[in-house]
């Protein structure tokens, strides 16, 4: 479809400079296919994600921003399952070619891309309304592949990083002047970062684990489902920033269960794993907020007392 677009033969140029061609990529941009070699006992993982301009990112959104983002939410899938990133192809659909926002929008692609060294090894572009679709493919060691149905009675659930800062910024969009809060919030929207290496990490002690793009209630609800099991959430443990507890001071606990956006990783472990995780990583950062029991479903604890939670969501604070 591209090349009834003459204009486009530009796209593959600033598209194929920045590939670098790692060992597993046989032919990369330029042929009617990619091939890539997967390595010995491994399985390929792979996920697609599409963004609509005014849907999933704000009209007017810087390009920079639009590529990072693109490829940070779609490269998030994999840490869920405990995948490497390998390599990735790009359907991009532009109202028009105009050159500075291709050099923008690659400029935030690669330097996600650069930074996990990982190629993009084909795509196609069209004309229409604005829209990015990222398939990112990694590699997985079978036996270590996280899936959202592995949680166990007993597993103490955890999640990387802080909550609610995303949804915080998403608030914030528009603002014509912000402070370093602030701007800290926004980033965390704009600029997430996909929990790449403790994906790889977990899938050594995790029994199961999810990435919150949805809000947690809604991601939690997700591996309580397919684990079939009752997921109990402490509020008080809920890690949030200063940033999002001082801008939002009223709901930032709100934004912590309900907004989605912020790409950490919910995962349920073993009290064992646990334990031997943070032996041998003291410093690792991740946040103990309940426990996995017999049962189906949410329940939130705050105070020592339980709501429970529908799929309508969390109605009972903020
Ligand atoms: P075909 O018509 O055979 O599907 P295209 O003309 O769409 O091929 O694309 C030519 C080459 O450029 C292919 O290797 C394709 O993967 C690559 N390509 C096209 N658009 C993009 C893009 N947005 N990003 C990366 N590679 C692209
Ligand atoms: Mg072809």
Request: hydrophobic share 40%; aromatic share 8%; proline share 4%.
């Amino acid at each position: 479809m591209s090349h009834e677009l003459s204009e486009f033969s530009l796209i593959e140029r600033y598209f194929q400079h920045a590939t670098q061609r790692s060992g597993h990529v046989r032919v990369g941009i330029g042929d009617d296919c990619a091939v890539i070699d997967i390595p010995e006992a491994h399985q390929l993982c792979l996920s697609i994600d599409t963004m609509v301009e005014g849907v999933h990112f704000p009209k007017g959104c810087a390009p920079n921003h639009i590529g990072y983002r693109a490829l940070a939410t779609a490269l998030s899938d994999l840490a869920a399952m405990g995948a490497t990133p390998s390599h990735f192809t790009l359907a991009l659909t532009l109202p028009c070619a105009s050159e500075s926002w291709l050099l923008e929008f690659s400029s935030g692609l690669f330097e996600l891309a650069q930074q996990y060294r990982i190629d993009l090894v084909g795509g196609d572009t069209t004309r229409g309304p604005l829209t990015v679709s990222i398939q990112v493919h990694g590699y997985i060691d079978p036996a270590r592949t996280l899936l959202r149905k592995g949680a166990q009675e007993g597993d103490i659930v955890a999640v990387t990083g802080s909550l609610g800062d995303a949804g915080g910024g998403l608030a914030l969009l528009g603002e014509a002047t912000v402070s370093s809060a602030q701007e800290a919030l926004l980033m965390r929207y704009y600029r997430p970062e996909p929990r790449i290496e403790q994906g790889v990490l977990l899938s050594r002690y995790a029994s199961a684990c999810i990435d919150i793009s949805d809000g947690l209630v809604s991601d939690a609800g997700h591996v309580a489902k397919a684990s079939k099991c009752l997921l109990n959430i402490d509020l008080d443990k809920i890690p949030v920033s200063v940033e999002l507890k001082e801008l939002f001071p009223e709901d930032y606990l709100s934004k912590a269960l309900q907004s989605g956006d912020d790409y950490e990783l919910l995962f349920t472990i073993a009290p064992e794993k646990w334990r031997q995780l943070h032996l041998r990583h003291p410093d690792i950062g991740f946040t103990e907020i309940g426990r996995v029991t017999q049962g189906q479903g949410l329940v939130f604890r705050k105070n020592g007392t339980e709501h429970l939670i529908t799929e309508k969501g969390y109605q009972h604070f903020g």
